[in-house]
């Protein structure tokens, strides 16, 4: 065997309990909107194709994947198209505070965490609990073989395959507004793992998907010319009055749990300048931080720990 070629070393065993199954082909064509793979020598009945659910891109593509997923049988065909044209210069920036639950940019907020996916979340706690009792035959924990354990297994892919489909419309949509409504956009480059470590709302910040977002955005902006702007991991954007410019220090910092020295909510941003125009006022957190990133298009000298 080749070391040096991928996939090198001895064929692995393909087991039908697997959690993944499927294959690789290249000897496959489009026609008429269905998908036609090679017929073998020994089949003489008629070969019919498979009916795709959205037309072809493009008559170019690559190898094809097919595998089977919660109990269904899909193929994924990489097309090759062209470059997308860039979108119409707006004038326009902005900034966006990820937050659990929901981003806050110029114009609103995005809920990244609606009901319909909270109640997703419900049938998938619910589906892990019966698959866990399903492996314990007579008080001893037994292998993956029974059909109920396969059964409750399918239910608890197709939840979180629901979940999945959810969370990628919403970030699809939401990046697609952004790079279409404004030419500059600034985000946070903020630590997931350290943050996901801390386990305060540590699971509500997975299920945001902090990394995702950045990942789609990023490619985005390249693809339709928009800049990104990634502010500092330094950058104090919740400690910084956007205001006055009063950076919060020591025991007057917001934490996840909010100032145990004022009495203040986690979502709340008091400015104690008297010379500030929000001098003692309760201000959103999330707004407040929102227009700090928006002040590093026009002053990109602040991107720094202050």
Known sequence: FDKAQPGWGKPKFKSKKAPRQGFKMDQAKIKDGCLFLEKPRAVKETWNGFKLSSAPLSDDFGTISFYKEKNRYYASIPFKISDPEDKPKTGRYTGVDINVGHFNYRDGQCIVMPQSLAAVYCKIKHYQRQLSKKRVVNGKIKG???????????????????????????????????????????????????????????????????????????????????????????????????????????????????????????????????????????????????????????????????
Not at 201 to 223: D, N, P, V
Not at 240 to 268: F, P, Q, S
Request: glycine share 4%; hydrophobic share 35%; proline share 2%.
């Open 144 to 306: 993956m073989q029974s059909k109920r354990y396969m059964k409750a297994r399918n239910k608890l892919q197709a939840a979180y395959a629901r979940a999945k489909n959810i969370q990628n419309d919403l970030m699809q949509k939401f990046t697609t507004k952004l790079v279409s409504e404004y030419d500059s956009i600034v985000i946070e480059d903020l630590s997931v793992k350290g943050m996901l470590m801390s386990h305060v709302a540590s699971k509500g910040m997975h299920r945001s998907m902090f990394g995702r977002f950045r990942q789609i955005l990023t490619y985005k902006c390249e693809w339709y010319g928009k800049k990104l702007i990634v502010a500092n991991k330094l950058y104090p954007s919740t400690q910084r009055c956007a205001a006055c410019g009063l950076v919060k220090k020591g025991d007057e910092k917001i934490t996840l749990r909010g100032n145990k020295k004022h009495g203040t909510k986690h979502n709340e941003f008091v400015c104690y300048n008297p010379n500030c125009r929000n001098y003692n006022k309760k201000v959103d957190r999330d707004e407040n931080a929102m227009l700090n990133l928006i002040i590093l298009v026009k002053h990109p000298e602040l991107n720094k720990a202050l």
